[in-house]
């Protein structure tokens, strides 16, 4: 069965550092998605993607995020200057369609010392 | 912006016993998604509901769309220790979003 891919599973990086956290979606889906859960709460949403271009975003996601997608294949968010608070579950999402469900990646745990 | 108020925050259950989880939207939905996250895990979905008043069944599992489609709820029978883990209910009001409900962290008492 198909499913979103995440790499890597964990980072540990410097406050201030650049993060790149990579998704490879389901082949055929069209809408992509990031979010984010801070540990022990809800899952918020970051970014919605379609159209090679950013659909939706919301009150989290400032100039220090971006997103882009590459190739065919790969989707990635970008934190340009990380902080403690970006310390987070991040979890990459892709819809075929409208309307339908959203599959889930097993996540990138981000740890920002 | 819209808000998904999801109640309650916790629920400890008796192995055996029913208990339901209520979603609540400031704004009308589209439609409702609910998923579940086992402990340390990823979202899964569960169901789709789109129209008003609709309700949809998956074994043990009833969800229920509110006639206004600004609520919906998920009533468990039985509850088992597979039932473990956090459910959250999502709802969509334009093509690109989906907001998340602070999720109903279920513990079962064997």
């Known amino acids: 069965e198909p499913e979103v891919t995440q790499t890597p599973s964990h980072q540990v990086t410097q406050m201030g550092q650049e993060v790149i956290l990579r998704c490879v979606p389901i082949?055929?889906?069209?809408?992509f998605y990031w979010y984010r859960q801070i540990l022990g709460q809800k899952v918020e949403f970051l970014v919605s993607?379609?159209?090679?271009?950013?659909?939706?975003k919301s009150e989290i996601f400032d100039d220090q995020f971006s997103v882009e997608r590459p190739d065919g294949s790969n989707f990635t968010l970008k934190i340009r200057s990380t902080k403690l608070e970006d310390s987070a579950m991040y979890f990459c999402?892709?819809?075929?369609?409208?309307?339908?469900?959203?599959?889930f990646g097993p996540g990138t745990r981000l740890t920002v010392l | 912006g819209q808000q998904v108020m999801q109640i309650p925050q916790y629920q400890h259950v008796q192995e055996g016993e029913d208990f339901t989880t209520y979603c609540n939207s400031s704004?009308?939905?589209?439609?409702i998604q609910w998923y579940k996250q086992r402990p340390g895990g990823h979202p899964v979905f569960l169901i789709q509901?789109?129209?008003?008043?609709e309700v949809k069944k998956q074994k043990r599992l009833t969800f229920q769309f509110g006639e206004a489609k600004k609520n919906s709820s998920l009533h468990i029978t039985a509850t088992q220790t597979t039932d473990v883990g956090t459910y959250f209910c999502a709802g969509r009001s334009n093509d690109y979003k989906l907001s998340f409900g602070a999720g109903t962290t279920v513990t079962v008492r064997a």
């Open positions: 993607f379609y159209n090679n271009e950013i659909s939706e």
């Open positions: 509901l789109v129209k008003s008043g």
């Open positions: 999402a892709s819809m075929v369609g409208t309307y339908n469900e959203q599959f």
């Open positions: 704004t009308t939905l589209s439609n």
């Open positions: 082949s055929n889906h069209l809408y």
